[in-house]
């Protein structure tokens, strides 16, 4: 099944960090910074190999980052979905791989998840939430993320991706990614998720690092092929107060035989 190269540039999903506003990072492998209003979103992230097969998958490491606040240092808006369109000329491999389930890693804590699940885990980074509760400064919290494979079935494949903050707040956050087969034009693939809320809505990921391990029990589990010289992602993003945004991020590559 084909998805997209850049689907961890848009795994600020899984941290709850988005994109607002229009903005197009083509080429250059430097952060972009979009600003609507008072909010200000900066991302960046690629994939090594640069140089890839025009006709063949090539295995690829992905890493992403990124970071939301709001100019006047006030508590940003969560996003709750994050809706994902990506380059047809890549493929996710989850055939083979370990898979976990979505029960095993809620309520659990990072050692306790990886105790369960640790097979199945498929990318590691780090995130920070900030919590604001009425008539307080924001906190700050960071913590470890990770991402796990939960297998595919009927076309679908879907990923879990984990964190758990501890002080002063408590509690595991799952967030579930489904990746399904999409012609649309450039894109070929749709990956949709779902970001619980954090503390009933008091808490909005603002800073996040994320990075897919380029082999997994022997399988690469995303590849890439180069045809024109360069991957695409489309992002949609719905936050909390009901604002929808959207972005696309380009990335270059080098068409080799």
């Given at each position: 099944?084909?998805?997209h190269v850049?689907l961890v540039?848009?795994?600020?999903?899984l941290?709850?960090?988005?994109?607002?506003g229009?903005?197009?990072?083509a080429?250059?492998?430097?952060p972009?910074?979009v600003?609507?209003g008072?909010l200000?979103?900066?991302a960046?992230?690629?994939?090594t190999?640069?140089a890839?097969?025009?006709?063949k998958?090539?295995?690829?490491e992905?890493?992403?980052?990124?970071s939301?606040n709001e100019?006047?240092?006030?508590?940003?808006?969560?996003?709750?979905?994050?809706?994902i369109?990506?380059?047809?000329?890549?493929?996710?491999?989850?055939?083979?791989?370990?898979?976990?389930?979505?029960?095993?890693?809620?309520?659990t804590?990072t050692?306790?998840?990886?105790?369960?699940?640790?097979?199945?885990?498929?990318?590691?980074?780090?995130?920070?939430?900030?919590v604001?509760?009425?008539?307080?400064?924001?906190?700050?919290?960071?913590t470890v993320?990770?991402?796990y494979?939960?297998?595919?079935k009927?076309g679908?494949?879907?990923?879990?991706?984990?964190?758990?903050?501890?002080?002063?707040?408590?509690?595991?956050?799952?967030?579930?990614?489904?990746?399904t087969?999409?012609?649309h034009?450039?894109f070929?693939?749709l990956?949709?998720?779902?970001?619980?809320?954090?503390?009933g809505g008091?808490?909005s990921?603002?800073?996040?690092n994320?990075?897919?391990?380029k082999?997994?029990k022997?399988?690469?589990?995303?590849?890439?092929?180069?045809?024109?010289?360069?991957?695409?992602?489309?992002?949609?993003?719905?936050?909390?107060?009901?604002?929808?945004?959207?972005t696309?991020?380009?990335r270059?590559c080098t068409?080799?035989k």
């Amino acid at each position: 099944m084909r998805k997209h190269v850049l689907l961890v540039l848009a795994l600020g999903a899984l941290a709850a960090v988005s994109v607002v506003g229009i903005a197009t990072a083509a080429g250059g492998e430097g952060p972009v910074t979009v600003k609507v209003g008072n909010l200000e979103l900066t991302a960046n992230g690629g994939f090594t190999p640069k140089a890839l097969s025009k006709t063949k998958q090539t295995p690829i490491e992905l890493k992403a980052e990124g970071s939301v606040n709001e100019a006047d240092g006030s508590h940003p808006p969560a996003v709750r979905e994050l809706i994902i369109e990506g380059d047809k000329n890549a493929e996710v491999h989850v055939k083979g791989l370990p898979t976990c389930k979505s029960g095993q890693l809620q309520a659990t804590d990072t050692a306790a998840a990886e105790k369960a699940c640790g097979p199945a885990l498929i990318g590691k980074g780090n995130v920070t939430a900030q919590v604001a509760f009425a008539e307080q400064k924001p906190i700050d919290v960071p913590t470890v993320l990770q991402l796990y494979n939960g297998g595919e079935k009927g076309g679908k494949i879907t990923w879990y991706a984990h964190a758990y903050f501890s002080n002063p707040i408590s509690g595991a956050i799952v967030t579930t990614v489904t990746i399904t087969k999409h012609k649309h034009g450039r894109f070929g693939t749709l990956a949709v998720a779902k970001i619980p809320q954090i503390t009933g809505g008091s808490g909005s990921t603002i800073s996040f690092n994320l990075s897919i391990l380029k082999l997994v029990k022997g399988i690469n589990p995303i590849s890439a092929k180069c045809t024109d010289g360069k991957l695409k992602v489309h992002v949609q993003a719905k936050f909390e107060d009901g604002t929808k945004a959207e972005t696309e991020i380009v990335r270059a590559c080098t068409p080799k035989k």
